[in-house]
């Protein structure tokens, strides 16, 4: 035996063995069980982190696992490739988004091969490459075909400077993050997806993912928003003459309703506009703000007294000043609210910003008082008061009796909306799917034939000009009518990447020349099984691949609604945080003892944080694989912390995990062809067989490195081990440490692969106890311990107890006065 591991050498050998041998090819035709294993697959930055590190390792656990209990596994691996910063790197760096893009896939591929993940990676692809999104763009007219897209102006966010449409995290107080120009809302021609066809089966479809997390559930069932409330028309007072439409989900609150808000392209306030300059001025002031709902929550509240007043329902002679406010949305409900400040925060800061009356009508407990004068809104049940007819109703009656009313007024209808949009799809940019239409001004839109597909990006492109390099090409976007022959015009918008990720796994599972994928083998894998990545992505990327696959079962291309039977979320890698005396981020590299190394400074360390590079509180893996080797690396990010919480890196922790996979190949080193076992240690070999697969099955990966290292324990303490408990410890450890696991089999002269071999069987007889250690007390004070067969007579028990020298001399000569005897725990003398 070598006496000694090397884990680089190991490494690589082993990662050479099974790629020769195609171990991890998944087969289609297998009659094994399949099992679909998948970790959300990465945007190719160029390096990985120790997040990408914990994420795959735990899915590779499964993966192998799932192999070794008898399944025919697909456990694949690609790339999120399309995405802005490939752009701000070709504008940077002078580089084309491809020539960026592929060189960071191979680096990145390079890292993740040394960790010996066991990936199809025959299965292998970017969403960039025109083979994939050539499938998209053909999907894309499948739901086109289908009534599932549709083509309307939509308010975006605007960059007067740099002339493209920003994303809400480009907006950085109210600026564009390239430019610092002020950023201006306009109304574009965007391509939807009608999501909102499927609200109602996509929340009830979260009734039906018990192998989710709860708090993800939730999130969606939020994002979608189902709500039941009033949609009604304020009656005008003259001279105005126009009513206002309004919905609420709050109807009970109609007595507390102080002002009527409607956003700034609202047709009331577009015409009022024309006729006033400053009302206009405001207008192209709120122009500057955010486009999104959770934006405006957060915006300084601003409005604009149209002059207009409404009669208040039901409140006679009460009448409601109409604003135009930079806080409502025409695209959300009608574009027009009733404002409650008591009772809703929003409505609350506008309303002290302009002096609006603030009327309690749901009591906080015993706060009955009709003027509110608290500055948080309240928002929690309660019975309704200063409400008329309403007066001690609870939320619930009080909701029915105002939409009863209303109904039966004939001013207004009991209505459910919900907060989901529909998916705006359009990307002003180059580094996208292109969308696979033509505007010809004789036949309008028309879809690009299929024989015609992939609409490919053209290579020859300058970014050197703010804007999107498509639409400035001098030949791309020019092209005949598919239907007509006429001249007409490419789109230039490109494809929200969350459209590549949206059906990424099904051609994962199947990957024919000639279309997006095969049906029959697509559901022979679907839906995944286990799906493993951030919560980060619990709402968009979830939300879309789930509405995505409802569309592709809706045109009649799958039969499938959900595409992933379970949901893991991983926690993050976390690590202390460094500033150098003069108040610069330090990396962990940067530091030593608590000083920076280059000047020899005192640092501050700060709080323990998810790694990320803006604070540089990243550990590169590199060096870890280089000193430390792979299964040390992956033996750390499963232990400790529960896998759904964040873990703390540490060098002792890596260290520790190099010591394990040390002492498990000492012990292999040290074994002795044809040993026994003592009969305690081959129980808890069997005990600790059935324990990590029930750990490993559970996602519960630190529950079976805890058992693992207990079972190493016990082995080092015995004077020897059987070849079948030392095969048995290897089996159990080579999910986790992989290379090992290889190693010491091929020195044991095991035959073939650990990775092909099975899992080993629990022999139920070991897992039954046959001995028990009863504790024998001598006037209720514990003086001893024994050991007899399990259910032994009491007649037995109280003979060997009697017979213990530890016994006898705290007897002293006294005769037992009485024994009493609990079998198989307890032996207690009375003298």
């Known amino acids: 035996m070598t006496p000694r591991f090397s884990p680089a050498e190991a490494d690589a050998r082993w990662q050479a063995a099974w790629d020769s041998a195609q171990t991890f090819v998944a087969d289609d035709h297998s009659p094994k069980p399949k099992r679909y294993v998948l970790e959300m697959f990465p945007y190719p930055s160029g390096r990985i982190h120790m997040g990408h590190v914990r994420n795959y390792t735990m899915g590779d656990v499964l993966a192998r696992f799932l192999r070794m209990t008898g399944h025919e596994v697909l456990h694949p691996m690609g790339w999120d490739a399309f995405g802005m910063p490939a752009e701000n790197a070709a504008m940077e760096k002078k580089v084309h988004p491809g020539e960026w893009t592929y060189a960071n896939i191979a680096a990145m591929k390079a890292q993740l091969k040394r960790l010996g993940l066991a990936f199809d990676w025959l299965r292998e692809f970017a969403t960039c490459d025109p083979d994939y999104y050539g499938h998209e763009q053909a999907l894309f007219l499948e739901l086109l075909k289908g009534g599932l897209v549709y083509r309307k102006e939509s308010a975006v966010n605007w960059d007067p400077v740099d002339m493209t449409v920003l994303a809400n995290e480009q907006v950085i107080d109210g600026r564009g993050w390239r430019s610092g120009a002020l950023v201006e809302k306009r109304k574009l021609s965007q391509w939807f997806l009608k999501i909102t066809d499927f609200a109602d089966d996509l929340l009830a479809g979260l009734g039906t993912l018990d192998q989710w997390p709860d708090k993800v559930r939730l999130m969606q069932e939020n994002w979608i928003g189902k709500s039941e409330g009033l949609q009604f028309s304020f009656a005008p007072v003259a001279p105005f003459d126009q009513r206002i439409e309004v919905y609420s989900t709050r109807p009970d609150t109609i007595f507390g309703a102080s002002f009527v808000a409607i956003a700034a392209d609202h047709p009331i306030a577009r015409a009022l506009a024309d006729a006033k300059p400053d009302a206009a001025a405001f207008i192209e002031l709120c122009k500057q703000g955010g486009t999104t709902a959770a934006e405006l929550e957060t915006a300084e509240k601003l409005g604009f007294d149209t002059g207009y007043r409404m009669q208040h329902p039901f409140a006679a002679g009460v009448e409601l000043p109409v604003y135009i406010a930079n806080f409502v949305l025409m695209d959300y409900g009608t574009g027009a609210v009733m404002g409650v400040p008591a009772h809703d925060q929003r409505d609350l800061d506008f309303a002290r910003k302009y002096g609006l009356d603030v009327r ?16 948080e809104a309240y928002t929690g049940p309660g019975r309704l008061v200063n409400s008329d007819f309403l007066n001690d109703m609870d939320v619930a009656a009080a909701k029915r009796a105002v939409i009863d009313r209303a109904e039966a007024g004939g001013w207004g209808k009991g209505t459910t909306v919900w907060r989901l949009r529909d998916w705006g799809v359009s990307r002003q940019r180059y580094w996208g799917t292109p969308i696979p239409i033509v505007h010809c001004g004789a036949c309008g839109v028309v879809p690009v034939p299929t024989d015609q597909l992939p609409v490919k990006l053209p290579e020859d492109v300058s970014f050197d000009i703010p804007g999107n390099p498509l639409d400035r090409h001098p030949t791309w976007k020019h092209v005949d ?3 007509c022959g006429a001249p007409a015009r490419r789109e230039t918008d490109t494809l929200d990447t969350f459209v590549d990720s949206s059906w990424y796994f099904i051609r994962f599972a199947s990957q024919p020349d000639d279309k997006p994928f095969d049906r029959a083998v697509a559901e022979s894998w679907l839906p995944v099984d286990q799906y493993i990545g951030g919560v980060e992505h619990a709402i968009l990327h979830l939300l879309y691949a789930r509405f995505w696959t409802r569309a592709l079962n809706h045109v009649g291309l799958i039969d499938l609604k959900e595409p992933f039977a379970g949901l893991f979320t991983q926690g993050m890698v976390t690590h202390e945080t460094y500033k150098s005396a003069d108040g610069r981020w330090l990396a962990p590299s940067e530091v030593t003892d608590g000083i920076e190394t280059a000047t020899g400074d005192a640092i501050t360390i700060g709080r323990v944080e ?9 550990v590169d893996p590199e060096p870890i694989l280089d000193r430390y080797g792979a299964d040390a690396a992956r033996w750390f990010m499963l232990s400790d912390s529960p896998p759904e919480r964040d873990l703390p890196w540490s060098e002792a922790g890596i260290e520790g995990a190099e010591r394990f996979v040390k002492r498990v190949w000492k012990l292999v080193a040290n074994h002795t062809a044809g040993g026994t076992s003592p009969e305690a240690l081959t129980r808890a070999v069997h005990r600790t067989i059935a324990g990590v697969a029930d750990d490993i099955t559970a996602l519960q990966f630190n529950k079976a490195v805890a058992k693992l290292y207990t079972l190493l324990g ?23 440490i992989p290379h090992l696991a290889e190693e010491a089999w091929s020195q044991l002269g095991r035959p073939g692969l650990i990775a092909d071999a099975a899992w080993p069987l629990v022999d139920a007889a070991m897992l039954v106890e046959a001995e028990s250690t009863i504790a024998v007390q001598v006037n209720g004070k514990l003086r001893d311990t024994i050991v007899l067969a399990k259910g032994a007579p009491k007649e037995d028990a109280e003979a060997a107890a009697l017979a213990s020298e530890k016994i006898v001399r705290a007897l002293e000569g006294k005769a037992p006065r009485k024994v009493i005897v609990v079998p198989d725990r307890l032996v207690n003398i009375v003298a």
Do not use: I, Q, W, Y
């Not at 009508?361 to 500055?375: E, H, I, K, N, Y």
């Not at 998810?610 to 990243?618: A, D, E, I, V």
């Not at 016990?714 to 986790?736: H, Q």
């Open 610 to 618: 998810k790694m990320s590079k803006s604070k540089k509180n990243t």
């Open 481 to 483: 009518c598919p239907s």
């Open 714 to 736: 016990e082995a080092e303490k015995a004077k020897g081990m059987s070849d079948a408990d030392m095969d048995a410890l290897l089996l159990l450890v080579s999910p986790m």
């Open 360 to 375: 309690r009508v749901v009591a906080d407990g015993d706060l009955t008082d009709p003027v509110f004068d608290g500055s």
